[in-house]
């Protein structure tokens, strides 16, 4: 079997072209990458090196084992990766979601019921595309999306619905209604944190000619919503947010009483990983109709 350095050796020949750029970038010698190229041919058996007075080229062969070599280089690493990750997802329960939302539940019970579930909560929200590729790649024991996903390999558990609501000046006509509709909205100037998953699509694809101020940071959003007209987004997980700034806010909670201000939200796992995360899904379900009904 080749060494995988030798591999790695070729590989970086192959990109700069000379012994010294290769050593240099390798870290070792001249005369180690030299003598490794030399083993290297000597197993393969071939001649892979052009050799002349103080040039060292690729032949057409080398070419070749060149790229073959990158092909068992990427192998290696990927097994090494998924090897690492399935361990890591063993455990410890890595969590993805596509909104915000149900990251807050988790968070909440991570310091009660949920305190021994080594939980790892990853804030990135994802793309609804990319969560049966994550789930079968082990970046995540179990992820919180708006889809229902059922495969051979994959399952999903209800766990609850998100509601969606609007914050508005107290002194305004909407302000008295019990509900309003998204067309109710329409033309309104709104404050939102940037990173919302998937309700960006349904504010920005609801509301007739509405106007959408993305603000990155938390306590900006915090301050603007608290001293300004704006209105803003929440939902019915966002009372129980640990970091709730908005409880000190004078403007008025309506709800929205269009269908597409509710999402359903499922747990989707590898079929092979339900006896790990069903006790945390168990949890976050019950605590869900609990907190959130």
């Given at each position: 079997?080749?060494?995988?350095?030798?591999?790695?050796?070729?590989?970086?020949?192959?990109?700069?072209?000379?012994?010294?750029?290769?050593?240099?970038?390798?870290?070792?010698?001249?005369?180690?990458?030299?003598?490794?190229?030399?083993?290297?041919?000597?197993?393969?058996?071939?001649?892979?090196?052009?050799?002349?007075?103080?040039?060292?080229?690729?032949?057409?062969?080398?070419?070749?084992?060149?790229?073959?070599?990158?092909?068992?280089?990427?192998?290696?690493?990927?097994?090494?990766?998924?090897?690492?990750?399935?361990?890591?997802?063993?455990?410890?329960?890595?969590?993805?979601?596509?909104?915000?939302?149900?990251?807050?539940?988790?968070?909440?019970?991570?310091?009660?019921?949920?305190?021994?579930?080594?939980?790892?909560?990853?804030?990135?929200?994802?793309?609804?595309?990319?969560?049966?590729?994550?789930?079968?790649?082990?970046?995540?024991?179990?992820?919180?999306?708006?889809?229902?996903?059922?495969?051979?390999?994959?399952?999903?558990?209800?766990?609850?619905?998100?509601?969606?609501?609007?914050?508005?000046?107290?002194?305004?006509?909407?302000?008295?209604?019990?509900?309003?509709?998204?067309?109710?909205?329409?033309?309104?100037?709104?404050?939102?944190?940037?990173?919302?998953?998937?309700?960006?699509?349904?504010?920005?694809?609801?509301?007739?000619?509405?106007?959408?101020?993305?603000?990155?940071?938390?306590?900006?959003?915090?301050?603007?919503?608290?001293?300004?007209?704006?209105?803003?987004?929440?939902?019915?997980?966002?009372?129980?947010?640990p970091d709730d700034t908005f409880s000190d806010h004078d403007q008025i909670n309506v709800p929205i009483s269009d269908e597409a201000s509710k999402m359903?939200?499922?747990?989707?796992?590898?079929?092979?990983?339900?006896?790990?995360?069903?006790?945390?899904?168990?949890?976050?379900?019950?605590?869900?109709?609990?907190?959130?009904?």
């Amino acid at each position: 079997m080749i060494d995988n350095y030798l591999l790695e050796e070729l590989v970086a020949l192959k990109k700069y072209g000379t012994l010294a750029a290769t050593a240099q970038h390798l870290l070792v010698t001249q005369p180690t990458v030299t003598r490794g190229m030399q083993k290297l041919e000597d197993e393969l058996g071939v001649q892979i090196f052009d050799r002349q007075p103080n040039r060292i080229t690729l032949t057409k062969t080398g070419e070749l084992a060149a790229k073959e070599a990158q092909k068992v280089i990427d192998r290696n690493n990927q097994l090494i990766e998924t090897v690492q990750k399935y361990d890591y997802n063993h455990k410890n329960i890595k969590v993805g979601s596509v909104a915000p939302g149900p990251l807050i539940l988790l968070k909440k019970l991570q310091s009660s019921k949920l305190a021994d579930a080594n939980l790892d909560l990853d804030h990135k929200l994802m793309d609804t595309k990319d969560v049966s590729g994550k789930l079968l790649n082990h970046d995540h024991s179990f992820i919180l999306t708006n889809q229902e996903l059922m495969t051979d390999e994959i399952e999903s558990l209800y766990i609850g619905t998100e509601r969606l609501s609007v914050n508005l000046n107290q002194f305004t006509l909407l302000a008295n209604k019990k509900s309003v509709s998204f067309d109710d909205l329409k033309g309104l100037s709104f404050i939102v944190l940037s990173d919302i998953g998937v309700w960006k699509k349904v504010a920005e694809g609801k509301i007739p000619d509405a106007k959408f101020l993305y603000q990155e940071q938390r306590e900006a959003f915090s301050e603007i919503t608290k001293y300004s007209d704006f209105p803003y987004f929440t939902t019915n997980i966002s009372k129980i947010d640990p970091d709730d700034t908005f409880s000190d806010h004078d403007q008025i909670n309506v709800p929205i009483s269009d269908e597409a201000s509710k999402m359903d939200f499922y747990a989707a796992y590898l079929k092979t990983n339900k006896r790990q995360v069903a006790p945390v899904l168990k949890t976050m379900s019950a605590s869900w109709s609990k907190y959130l009904s």
